[in-house]
């Protein structure tokens, strides 16, 4: 999982479809992301919808949790070598 965010939740990059998801990321194009809860990281996944820069820069990441919507950032390089560094295995 990438600690490369801001703030609370977690990208899952254990999961195979997210990895595959968030490498064919293309600025401007909504995509869905996988997020884990880092107080629960055996919890169930949550997913929200990430958002690339268009400088690919920043990866923006919307989860909707209980209390309305959570935003935060992502520093799209070092999301990309977490990427980089992950199995093509689950």
Known sequence: MSTACTTDYIVDLSNHSNRLRLESAVPGRPLKVVVRDPAQPDGPA????????????????DIPVAGGMHHQTCDWATLSAALDAESEFD
């Open 46 to 61: 949550l997913h929200g919808t990430g958002l690339l820069s268009a400088d690919r820069t920043v990866f923006a990441i």
